[in-house]
């Protein structure tokens, strides 16, 4: 059984497969009307259970309408409508889910609580972000990259500008398990989670933290950014002003490669963490960026499913 609770898990084989599927199937649906389902099928007779605890557009509606072109339906719900919301047991919850579905994919606020979901469920559990992380996304990003760019990710070089978060995270954890080179440009007191950083590195991954964003985005392929306070985050009052200089302009995009590529998971704050000219401008990959949830998504499930890979 495969769960998708951190990318390291599935590898750098794991994950080539995956892009390397949603690629396929994203160039197979071409012209196609977006409820039909995939000419194979795959996932007919599967039930996927989409549970949040968090407020979610992109991942809610392309974990579900995934499911409907791989043949499956979804049961989507709030944490808080299921008695989850109060008190019944993460573990008990993941043995009820075991008999009903045959996925399931959670976004929680503590990462404890998918780990012990994972720890418990019997069939496959996906992360649809946690605090510490968003490795859903991630796979978005690298298949939007390799889409723009047109060379496998290993073969980029990226920045991440503004707070050390969650996609921070999973960004960091991609790069050490695909090989590409992730300088991020962050501010003294907001920088990625220690233990995150120290398992990249262990696993050889060319990751440089530095607190001068010019330096992070000099020539860069890729220049990605997320909002400066997450879901379910207290903003101190003086983040805003120690990101100001970490926000995205087009001054600083003009730093990065002539090529390089605009990435934001969205939602987005436009003149906040990035400018609406770079947002809305010809280097933002955005729009593809959020479609590509649904393709690699599709694949995700089939790799967790055993389908792939
Ligand atoms: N990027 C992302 O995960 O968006 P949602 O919060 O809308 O799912
Ligand atoms: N870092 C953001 C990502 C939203 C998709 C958050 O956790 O709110």
């Given at each position: 059984m495969r769960h998708f609770i951190d990318l390291a898990t599935a590898g750098r084989g794991g994950l080539r497969a995956i892009l390397d599927e949603a690629h396929r199937r994203k160039a197979d649906r071409s012209g196609r009307a977006k409820g039909d389902v995939d000419a194979d099928a795959p996932l007919s007779g599967h039930v996927l259970a989409c549970i949040f605890e968090k407020p979610s557009t992109r991942t809610r509606f392309s974990f579900d309408v995934a499911m409907r072109q791989l043949g499956g339906t979804t049961i989507v719900t709030s944490a808080g409508e299921m008695q989850l919301g109060r008190g019944e047991t993460v573990g008990d919850t993941a043995r009820i889910l075991s008999r009903f579905v045959d996925a399931v994919m959670l976004r929680c606020a503590s990462h404890a609580t998918i780990e012990e979901l994972g720890n418990v469920a019997t069939v496959p559990v996906i992360n649809g972000l946690t605090d510490l992380t968003h490795p859903c996304q991630a796979m978005a990003d690298l298949m939007t990259v390799e889409e723009r760019l047109?060379?496998?990710?290993?073969d980029t070089c990226w920045a991440w500008c503004g707070d050390g978060n969650n996609m921070a995270h999973s960004l960091i954890e991609a790069a050490s398990v695909m090989g590409f080179e992730l300088r991020l440009g962050v501010p003294h007191g907001y920088d990625p989670d220690s233990g995150v950083v120290a398992t990249a590195a262990a696993r050889g991954g060319n990751i440089d933290i530095l607190h001068d964003p010019r330096a992070a985005v000099d020539g860069v392929d890729v220049v990605a950014t997320d909002t400066w306070v997450s879901m379910g985050q207290a903003a101190p009052k003086d983040k805003l002003g120690a990101m100001a200089k970490f926000q995205v302009t087009s001054a600083l995009m003009a730093h990065a490669a002539p090529h390089a590529v605009f990435l934001h998971c969205l939602p987005v704050h436009r003149g906040e963490e990035v400018t609406a000219d770079v947002i809305?401008?010809?280097?933002?990959a955005v729009w593809d960026e959020a479609e590509n949830r649904l393709h690699v998504q599709k694949a995700i499930l089939l790799w967790c499913l055993g389908k792939i890979g």
């Open positions: 047109g060379r496998p990710v290993g809305d401008g010809p280097q933002s």
